[in-house]
């Protein structure tokens, strides 16, 4: 969809054939009230900002102060804002300057009145006010229409002949001097409470270029006999603020005065209004978009042996708080879950259950550790399962990114499986993994999986793919394999000896998919001391 720039929007009204409104803003939120409301254009009132700024319609809060406020106008809206630029902010040099900026902020048109630096308001001692002299304001105007890139953006020249008391004659011929000088529009003002002089500046005019008024002080004129003047375009120059000064000072005297909000909360735009009117929306989807999704996954950790193989190492502490290169495996390993945003953290403790003292875990207790087994100690946790979690041992070390393509693996549990088998340094009692395919290097990504775990890699006549390196990620379906597996197994004789790989066994029994997700290498099971030699690969 093409979008028409905001300067072409600004001449069409300017130029249409019919009679067109725009009203007055003074702040990003105005500014998208009146576009919401449906007007075409925005006025950029001069009396407005001031009043905004909370200074005089003096020239007293600087152009670059105003122009900074229209570009929040600008950024809120989609349509065209026509600045009333005072003077130009100086002589001819600035007012170049002036449309420059102007144009780098996608602000329509600016409106230049020939009084002069610092102006005064129009209604505030009119007839004192001294006018610009027209060559030099002819000459603003041509610098202004030279500095323009745009060949749309337009320059309104605002006559205030009528303000100062000197009649219409004085109006046409300057009219029709900025008229020559290469204004886009005329803007004739009037203080009158009544609309002659305006109706007979319009009928003299006679279409010579679009004119614009500001109907502020000759309200109650009918808009059809605007219409019928030949009018192009009509201000309401002060409206936003007027309302929003009314609306603040009945509001803050109520709250006042009643020491409550009970009076106005019905009365006002609710927070969630505020929030909308500010595009609160346009960011929670951006965030959706763009924001790294904050994992819920929990973290069920299996901490409750001893490690036999470590000896006085785990004197009185469990595996798991035996320290390498200065931190716990534990502790390293709860670092690397909350690297990956894992922040939701069971540990579930048995053998020396007290020196596991790490901040912000769940800690879940096995007292039943020495008679049992692995599964014994996953019941444990059985009321921290969640429908996205993280099963594994407290003694592994590995690659950041091992956990992080795990949880991105789709199934509803998937095993991370090395398949590296010829690697040297494996201590313990592996976890040989057969699987629906070996890991054939690319594809990357493949579709495989689990057929069984054993202890052996001879239980089987087909080689093992791998090994499970103690780590699996289980979502909602899995979940409920899962307990309902547990409920089952825990019938079972044997229920003190059963250990994850016979969890996932009797799932695959049962003819669940546990899907494989393949690394080669880059993880460590910490078994026995020589591990602690080896470990130094992952403690940098
Ligand atoms: C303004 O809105 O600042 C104007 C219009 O210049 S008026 O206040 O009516 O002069
Ligand atoms: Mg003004």
Not at 189 to 198: A, N
Request: net charge negative; charged share 25%.
């Amino acid at each position: 969809m093409s979008v028409i720039s905001k300067c072409r929007q600004l001449r069409t009204l300017l130029e249409s054939n019919e009679l067109e409104f725009i009203l007055e803003a003074h702040n990003g939120i105005s500014a998208s009230i009146v576009e919401s409301a449906g007007f075409k254009g925005i006025w950029g009132s001069g009396l407005s900002m001031s009043a905004q700024f909370g200074v005089r319609d003096n020239n007293e809060a600087s152009w670059t102060q105003v122009v900074d406020m229209l570009e929040f106008m600008s950024d809120a809206t989609t349509i065209p804002i026509l600045l009333d630029g005072d003077t130009g902010y100086g002589n001819f040099n600035n007012m170049r300057r002036l449309v420059v900026k102007l144009e780098q902020r996608d602000i329509a048109g600016v409106c230049i009145e020939d009084k002069q630096f610092p102006k005064t308001n129009s209604f505030i001692d009119g007839n004192k006010q001294p006018l610009a002299d027209i060559d030099e304001f002819c000459g603003k105007i041509k610098a202004g229409k030279d500095s323009q890139t745009d060949d749309d953006f337009c320059i309104v020249a605002r006559v205030e002949a009528l303000i100062a008391g000197w009649g219409l004659s004085t109006a046409l011929k300057r009219a029709a001097a900025y008229h020559q000088a290469g204004a886009d529009g005329i803007l004739i003002h009037s203080k009158s409470s009544r609309p002659d002089e305006i109706l007979a500046f319009a009928e003299e005019w006679a279409g010579r270029s679009p004119l614009v008024i500001v109907p502020t002080k000759y309200y109650s004129t009918p808009t059809a006999a605007l219409r019928k003047a030949g009018i192009d375009l009509v201000i309401w120059a002060n409206h936003m603020i007027r309302t929003a000064v009314a609306a603040m000072e009945k509001t803050s005297r109520t709250i006042y005065e009643s020491e409550s909000l009970i009076d106005v909360e019905d009365k006002i735009a609710s927070v969630e209004h505020i929030f909308k009117l500010q595009g609160a929306d346009e960011l929670s989807k951006a965030q959706d978009k763009y924001l790294a999704q904050k994992s819920d996954i929990h973290a069920i950790i299996l901490a409750a042996s001893r490690g036999n193989e470590l000896y006085e190492l785990t004197h009185d502490k469990p595996k798991a708080m035996i320290s390498i290169g200065g931190k716990t495996l534990l502790g390293r390993l709860i670092e690397g879950l909350k690297k990956v945003g894992i922040n939701n953290l069971t540990v579930i403790a048995g053998y020396k259950a007290e020196a596991i003292d790490i901040p912000d875990i769940e800690k879940c207790i096995n007292d039943d550790y020495a008679s049992g087994d692995e599964l014994k100690t996953l019941v444990c946790a059985q009321d921290n399962f969640n429908d996205d979690m993280l099963i594994l041992y407290s003694d592994l070390l590995f690659r950041e990114y091992i956990l992080r393509d795990l949880i991105e693996t789709e199934g509803e549990i998937v095993v991370t499986v090395d398949s590296a088998l010829d690697n040297p340094n494996m201590t313990g009692t592996p976890d040989y993994a057969y699987c629906s395919k070996d890991d054939d290097r690319p594809p990357f990504m493949q579709d495989v999986t689990l057929t069984r775990l054993s202890p052996s890699a001879d239980a089987i006549a087909q080689p093992p793919s791998g090994y499970w390196i103690g780590m699996m990620c289980v979502r909602k379906r899995g979940r409920q394999w899962i307990e309902a597996a547990l409920e089952e197994l825990k019938q079972a004789a044997n229920f003190n000896e059963l250990i994850l790989p016979d969890l996932l066994n009797h799932l695959i029994q049962q003819g669940r998919l546990i899907q494989v997700h393949y690394i080669n290498g880059h993880w460590l099971d910490v078994n026995a001391l020589i591990d602690l030699d080896r470990a130094g690969d992952f403690t940098q």
